[in-house]
């Protein structure tokens, strides 16, 4: 079962930030949170991942809250092209026996012009 | 080479048939995956194969019969099966098990 919850989907004007916000209440110490997108008819891409400090990369920021409880994950100047489902998901590393990447239905964002 | 890739792009295939979907990845990956997903679903995992050994088999039907020859191949052979089969299927990699997947853009199976 997916450990997160995202709203179903969310807008965004082009040129601006994008927040997609993700709950994991019951995260582990031992869990990372992942954050994936799937544009329409492609296979899923990783974007981020982090444990507990703010992450960043040349695609994405990975704000994790102090409690760790939450996560958002940040574009910041958001295009057409980003128009996808996000999924974010928390998982053990190392895994715990078993556990896999659990994809739950994620967040769709559209990028409006 | 930093990618997945994944043939034939898309299938169609009678009930009866036999048909493998092909898997490769370049990138020295040590794990390997089989997902399906459905229209409007998220990714479901099938398989996980860790060093080229069956790790993970979630309860898939044996009409589905994963196979990993090397470390670089990952094949997923079809037979008998049912039109709710229809679905695109994903073919992952990651360094190993611990570590983030990279997918390749799916087969797009259709069974009539």
């Known amino acids: 079962d997916a450990k997160t919850t995202q709203p179903p989907s969310m807008d965004c004007a082009e040129g601006r930030a994008a927040n997609l916000p993700c709950n994991h209440s019951t995260i582990s110490g031992n869990e990372y949170v992942y954050w994936y997108r799937q544009i329409h008819s492609q296979g899923p891409q990783y974007i981020i991942h982090g444990l507990k400090n703010n992450e960043t990369n040349e695609m994405a920021s990975l704000i994790i809250t102090e409690d760790r409880k939450s996560s958002t994950l940040i574009l910041p100047h958001a295009t057409l092209r980003d128009t996808a489902v996000y999924y974010c998901i928390v998982r053990a590393r190392p895994a715990n026996y078993g556990q896999n990447f659990v994809f739950g239905p994620g967040t769709r964002l559209s990028v409006l012009p | 080479d930093t990618e997945v890739t994944q043939t034939p792009k898309h299938l169609v295939m009678g009930m009866t048939n036999k048909k493998s979907l092909k898997c490769e990845q370049h990138?020295?990956?040590?794990?390997m995956y089989w997902y399906k997903q459905k229209a409007k679903k998220p990714p479901e995992l099938m398989f996980v194969?860790?060093?080229?050994?069956?790790?993970i088999n979630e309860s898939v039907p044996s009409r589905f019969s994963p196979e990993c020859p090397n470390s670089s191949l990952l094949n997923l052979h079809l037979h008998a099966l049912q039109p709710e089969d229809s679905a695109l299927y994903l073919c992952?990699?990651?360094?190993?098990?611990?570590?983030?997947?990279?997918f390749g853009p799916g087969t797009r199976l259709t069974v009539t």
């Open positions: 194969y860790s060093y080229e050994k069956l790790s």
């Open positions: 990138m020295g990956h040590r794990a």
């Open positions: 992952a990699s990651s360094w190993d098990r611990e570590y983030e997947q990279y």
